[in-house]
T-cell receptor, first 117, second 111 residues
């Protein structure tokens, strides 16, 4: 089946630094990937849609200069949290859109736990 | 079109009983819906899906019901097992393949 990986799985960084999270589709090509964030005991909130070779589309209220997304290839999208602050601490989850049964299915990565101290 | 960041409602059921988890979605134009299971510290896992031209779909031990009139989805789990304990989310697809997640329900199965 389609597998999506994320790296790192956990990261702790100091306030003011930047952190890059990678999302890879391991056995399929994904022209579209999505980035979500999830606070404890809350739902997944869509942050942005990442399209290979073009600029990401951000959801309302998500700062594009703070959350930089680069979808440089058909198997890799990266999310960089710039000048991280403690309120950015969250669980970041990516998904990749792959084909399934004549349609599309969203395959999720295992998530990255970011803690900003 | 955003998910609502409310604290999760909870549901406790006895092992072997049936579980019903409900979800209200927001966009009457959504054409595709998925139920996901999320275990602690992990990404969501696909359970079952349904298209808007259907009102019921069955899988192994799971059934999804769709009521478009009131924008309501339900997930029924038959003979609930301890391994079913997790948080369950419904997600609706808008145009452009974006998915928006519902609030979620935390299911606890009591042995």
């Amino acid at each position: 089946g389609a597998v999506v990986s994320q790296h790192p799985s956990r990261v702790i960084c100091k306030s003011g630094t930047s952190v890059k999270i990678e999302c890879r589709s391991l056995d399929f090509q994904a022209t579209t990937m999505f980035w979500y964030r999830q606070f404890p005991k809350q739902s997944l909130m869509l942050m942005a849609t990442s399209n290979e070779g073009s600029k990401a589309t951000y959801e309302q209220g998500v700062e594009k200069d703070k959350f930089l997304i680069n979808h440089a290839s058909l198997t890799l999208s990266t999310l960089t949290v710039t000048s991280a602050h403690p309120e950015d601490s969250s669980f970041y989850i990516c998904s990749a859109l792959g084909t399934s049964g004549g349609g599309y299915e969203q395959y999720f990565g295992p998530g990255t736990r970011l803690t900003v101290t | 079109g955003e998910s609502v960041g409310l604290h999760l409602p909870t549901l406790s059921v006895q092992e072997g009983d049936n579980s019903i988890i409900n979800c209200a979605y927001s966009n009457s134009a959504s054409d595709y819906f998925i139920w996901y299971k999320q275990e602690s510290g992990k990404g969501p896992q696909f359970i079952i899906d349904i298209r808007s031209n259907m009102d019921k779909r069955q899988g192994q031990r799971v059934t999804v019901l769709l009521n478009k009139t009131v924008k309501h989805l339900s997930l029924q789990i038959a003979a609930t097992q301890p391994g079913d304990s997790a948080v369950y989310f419904c997600a609706e697809r808008y145009t452009g393949n974006q998915f928006y997640f519902g609030t979620g329900t935390s299911l606890t199965v009591i042995p």
